[in-house]
């Protein structure tokens, strides 16, 4: 690979950076207690929690995870369809 086409990915990666902050996911914990809101860069923009497991701190704890697990995982599944997409 020669000095210009590795200039050319370089752009089409940060082309691909810039796409991807405007992105956002949601992950809903498996019974929707729980919702986290994900921005492309991986920040967490929002928590939003069921009022009826706040006084169940095991189950609070276990929903956060589900959601935001659940919220990566749809975050890698579109980082990986939009870099399969820029680098054909």
Do not use: P, W, Y
């Amino acid at each position: 690979m020669g000095f210009f086409d590795k200039l050319k990915d370089l752009k089409k990666a940060r082309e691909l950076q810039t796409t991807l902050a405007k992105e956002v996911v949601e992950g809903v914990s498996k019974d929707g207690t729980v919702r986290v809101t994900i921005d492309g860069n991986q920040n967490v923009m929002r928590v939003v929690i069921d009022d009826s497991i706040l006084n169940d701190k095991h189950k609070l704890e276990q929903n956060t995870k589900d959601a935001f697990v659940r919220g990566l995982d749809s975050l890698k599944k579109l980082m990986a369809s939009k870099f399969s997409a820029v680098f054909k």
